[in-house]
């Protein structure tokens, strides 16, 4: 397979991935390190200016003036805190997850491929692995970005079947939102279940109600991030942030329009998405002044691949066991929602 990278030794390494599904990753690793060194070592130099350990959402991150490449900007919406590192050569790296991994490798071969960054094969950094992939901003030209996860459920089924410990940190991001929210039990605990906390962001969110909701937002890079969406709830909220987001430019929303609507129609036929339960995944929005605009799935983190004999049309209601993720449904009503943003002819 070819790749669209400019690192040979990347190429290597995704020619490795492609012809054998299943591996060893102790030898893929130590094979990525060895090929990729010389990465690795830029890599290391950049770690200096990286967002490591800052806080949750919005982190922004530019290479060095004198690094020989092209300077990249970077801006992570939300997400986990010191997961990733601006690469070079327009990639980027998130912090390795064996089944986000798996789900790039797959889709690199599936009909969807063009509407993920593409998927460049695991490098190490200080014992750490990461999966590498594009950094979509790159071409683009200070880029307003958005995150919108997708679908009516955010957590996997297997986790109601797992008994864990009551969490603090949930219950302080619960009350911090909503100081009513915890039930009595709770608020004597003083921690909440995930699966509770996630259900109370999905009804309190469009989640439930639109299946998808907006994370949060920049438009311009001198502005803070817009992350205050928890209680986005109503089709008409969720419009008007929207109608922030592309500064109600009806070209914007035509270039993401048609762009949802191909990804529609290929998410209806693909292999891959009919044999996953897509959960958490997001949307990532990208428009610029040039009036460029692209849409791309990220996040595969809690995606699963379903037993053999089912399959999803991700638009039946969920029920405990049908594993149905509400994807497109939510991306039904996404589209639906932005074309009523047009203005009528
Ligand atoms: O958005 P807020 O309200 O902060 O809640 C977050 C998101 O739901 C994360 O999901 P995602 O990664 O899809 O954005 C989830 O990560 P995972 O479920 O992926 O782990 C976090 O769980 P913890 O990582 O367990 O804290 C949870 O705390
Ligand atoms: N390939 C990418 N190109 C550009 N930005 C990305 C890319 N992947 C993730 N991001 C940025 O990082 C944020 C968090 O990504 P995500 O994969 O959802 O992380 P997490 O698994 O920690 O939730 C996104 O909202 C987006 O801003």
Same mark, same amino acid.
Request: aromatic share 10%; glycine share 6%.
């Given at each position: 397979? !070819?790749?669209?990278?400019?690192?040979?030794?990347?190429?290597?390494?995704?020619? &490795?991935?492609?012809?054998?599904?299943?591996?060893?990753?102790?030898?893929?690793?130590?094979?990525?390190?060895?090929?990729?060194?010389?990465?690795?070592?830029?890599?290391?130099?950049?770690?200096?200016?990286?967002?490591?350990?800052?806080?949750?959402?919005?982190?922004?991150?530019?290479?060095?003036?004198?690094?020989?490449?092209?300077?990249?900007?970077?801006?992570?919406?939300?997400?986990?805190?010191?997961?990733?590192?601006?690469?070079?050569?327009?990639?980027?790296?998130?912090?390795?997850?064996? #089944?986000?991994?798996?789900?790039?490798? @797959?889709?690199?071969?599936?009909?969807? @491929?063009?509407?993920?960054?593409?998927?460049?094969?695991?490098?190490?950094?200080?014992?750490?692995?990461?999966?590498?992939?594009?950094?979509?901003? !790159?071409?683009?030209?200070?880029?307003?970005?958005?995150?919108?996860?997708?679908?009516? @459920?955010?957590?996997?089924?297997?986790?109601?079947?797992?008994?864990?410990?009551?969490?603090?940190?949930?219950?302080?991001?619960?009350?911090?939102?909503?100081?009513?929210?915890? &039930?009595?039990?709770? @608020?004597?605990?003083?921690?909440?279940?995930?699966?509770?906390?996630?259900?109370?962001?999905?009804?309190?969110?469009?989640?439930?109600?639109? #299946?998808?909701?907006?994370? $949060?937002?920049?438009?311009?890079?001198?502005?803070?991030?817009?992350?205050?969406?928890?209680?986005?709830?109503?089709?008409?909220?969720?419009?008007?942030?929207?109608?922030?987001?592309?500064?109600?430019?009806?070209?914007?929303?035509? $270039?993401?329009?048609?762009?949802?609507?191909?990804?529609?129609?290929?998410?209806?036929?693909?292999?891959?998405?009919?044999?996953?339960?897509?959960?958490?995944?997001?949307?990532?929005?990208?428009?610029?002044?040039?009036?460029?605009? $692209?849409?791309?799935?990220?996040?595969? #983190?809690?995606?699963?691949?379903?037993?053999?004999?089912? !399959?999803?049309?991700?638009?039946?209601?969920?029920?405990? $066991?049908?594993?149905?993720?509400?994807?497109?449904?939510?991306?039904?009503?996404?589209?639906?929602?932005?074309?009523?943003?047009?203005?009528?002819?």
């Amino acid at each position: 397979m !070819t790749l669209q990278s400019s690192l040979p030794g990347v190429e290597l390494l995704l020619l &490795t991935c492609s012809c054998s599904r299943t591996f060893d990753m102790a030898s893929f690793s130590s094979f990525t390190t060895a090929s990729l060194l010389s990465e690795v070592c830029i890599f290391g130099f950049l770690m200096q200016n990286s967002p490591w350990k800052k806080p949750k959402s919005c982190v922004t991150s530019s290479l060095l003036p004198n690094t020989p490449t092209k300077p990249q900007q970077w801006l992570q919406v939300v997400g986990h805190a010191g997961s990733f590192h601006v690469g070079a050569d327009g990639t980027l790296l998130k912090r390795f997850c064996e #089944g986000e991994q798996q789900c790039y490798l @797959r889709l690199m071969e599936d009909t969807l @491929r063009p509407f993920v960054p593409a998927y460049h094969g695991v490098v190490q950094l200080d014992e750490q692995d990461y999966n590498m992939m594009d950094n979509l901003l !790159t071409h683009f030209s200070m880029p307003a970005v958005m995150d919108c996860k997708m679908g009516s @459920r955010t957590y996997l089924e297997e986790e109601l079947l797992i008994s864990r410990e009551p969490r603090k940190d949930m219950y302080e991001k619960m009350i911090a939102v909503d100081p009513e929210a915890p &039930t009595a039990q709770e @608020r004597a605990q003083q921690a909440v279940l995930k699966t509770r906390y996630m259900q109370w962001r999905e009804t309190l969110s469009s989640t439930t109600s639109l #299946g998808f909701r907006i994370e $949060g937002f920049r438009v311009s890079a001198n502005e803070e991030c817009h992350t205050n969406f928890k209680r986005t709830r109503s089709r008409d909220q969720v419009m008007e942030v929207l109608h922030n987001f592309v500064e109600s430019n009806p070209h914007i929303v035509w $270039g993401y329009l048609r762009r949802l609507k191909q990804l529609r129609q290929v998410l209806e036929t693909s292999d891959f998405f009919r044999a996953h339960e897509v959960v958490g995944s997001s949307l990532l929005f990208v428009h610029d002044w040039t009036g460029r605009t $692209g849409v791309w799935m990220i996040d595969f #983190g809690k995606t699963a691949a379903l037993p053999p004999h089912l !399959t999803l049309d991700h638009r039946t209601p969920w029920v405990e $066991g049908n594993r149905e993720d509400g994807y497109l449904w939510g991306l039904d009503n996404l589209i639906d929602i932005l074309t009523d943003m047009l203005p009528l002819t």
